[in-house]
């Protein structure tokens, strides 16, 4: 059976520190992995392809580093892959 992730706590640390996270990476993508930042890379494949190199699909939480309010105005899903 797989382990599910809820990813609740990535996704309060992504907005905890979206500010900075904007402030020096505007435009990228960000991957958290509990409360740690995996690193920030310019594209959401780029960032994919890094997290699963070393982590199972679904453990971990992608988003784009933006200053646009509205971009995050959107559900968040938990993508299980088979």
């Known amino acids: 059976m797989k382990a599910t992730y809820d990813l609740e706590t990535e ?3 992504f907005q905890e520190h979206l500010p ?3 402030k020096e990476y ?3 993508y960000v991957v958290i992995i ?3 930042v ?4 310019n594209s959401i494949s780029e960032a994919l392809a890094e997290a699963v190199k070393e982590h199972e699909p679904g ?3 992608i988003e784009l580093c933006t200053d646009n309010k509205d ?3 959107v ?3 938990n993508w299980s892959v088979a």
């Open 20 to 22: 900075e996270f904007v």
């Open 71 to 73: 971009y995050y105005n």
């Open 34 to 36: 509990g409360q740690s």
């Open 75 to 77: 559900v968040l899903y």
């Open 38 to 41: 995996l690193g920030f890379y």
């Open 26 to 28: 505007l435009g990228k």
């Open 11 to 13: 996704y309060k640390f």
């Open 59 to 61: 453990s971990f939480f």
